[in-house]
């Protein structure tokens, strides 16, 4: 079959490569619509938990099309999505329903073969059958929901509160629509780019601000006494270092945004103590699949206006140095089209 792999890191190709073995717990998934993001990047420049080589992809469904021995619950023709993180379900932390920092965790496209392939072997029970009315793309798309999910389960929106988010990326659309469902009375959302803050509004944030002289003023007109919640998805360690200034007392601020794994911010402990402040991270997603499936399914999360490429496998090399120069938003990979 034809696959993208990093060999090494650093280094993309798109070759033919062995067809997967289906093991006895497992099911092969025949890849329909595979999605690119930023960690696949982290991968590519071994910032990240991978193993080289490795396929990379861990955003997508498809359709079952071989079937392991003790797999009781899947069908071939049963479409699916595949939830990449493999948890052990009998480490300390599974076992406090914290499983997103399982200590035996294993992830499809990070450490084993994933979805930029024309079939990837995958455990059943990471599969989730797909609801008949969910495209293809929507499909890819549960993944990246799913950390969103994950988020709000760790984050609480109070009613009325005022959100503001630095960075509209896929990432940040998807936010900008779960929050504006939260109880919200704002979603304010800051970008570099033009087009991305016209997509915000148009998914639903209250106002955008572009970066630039004229931010931190408007910013304070919006919301003279800060925002409740303030959300990073940039990763850009010197836009969250400034983020702080638009907290309000008592605000909650969320790390979504993946930053380099050594870089610093300063902060003063003071202003967290004085001010009441809450610092949430949020890593991946713990068991969230089900209800991404639910709000993709009932259109309260809209990908379709974040989708900029539909490619074939051949162009994976060229859409990740594009993907690399932000010059995309989603890149939707199809490897069963030439
Ligand atoms: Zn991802
Ligand atoms: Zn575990």
Known sequence: MKAVVFPEPETVVVKQVDDPNCGPREVVVQVATSGLCGTD??????????DFPVIPGHEFGG??????????????????????????????FCRNEQA????????????????FAEYTA??????YRLPDELTDAQAAFIEPVSCVVHALNRLRVWPGDEVLIFGVGPMGL??????????ASQVVAVDKQPARLELARQLGATA??????????????????????VVDATGVPAVIERAFDYLKPRGQF????????DATISLRPYDVFRHDWSIIGSFALCYTFQPAIAWLANGVIDVAPLISHNLPLSDFPTALRRFADGETLKVHVRPAVN
């Open 41 to 50: 990047l982290h991968i590519f420049r071994n910032e990240y938990m991978s």
């Open 63 to 92: 359709e079952v099309v071989e079937v392991g021995e003790e797999v009781t619950d899947l069908q071939r023709g049963d479409r699916v999505a595949v939830d990449p993180n493999l948890y052990c379900g009998h480490c300390y």
């Open 122 to 127: 995958v455990p059943a029970r990471a599969c």
């Open 254 to 261: 969320l790390q979504f945004g993946v930053t380099p794994m």
């Open 208 to 229: 955008t601000v572009a970066v630039g002289p004229d931010q931190a003023e408007t910013l304070r007109e919006l919301a003279p006494h800060g925002f409740a919640v």
């Open 100 to 115: 997103n920092h399982c200590l035996n965790w294993q992830g499809v496209g990070i450490t084993r073969p994933g979805g």
């Open 174 to 183: 998807i936010l900008v629509q779960a929050l504006r469902h939260s109880g």
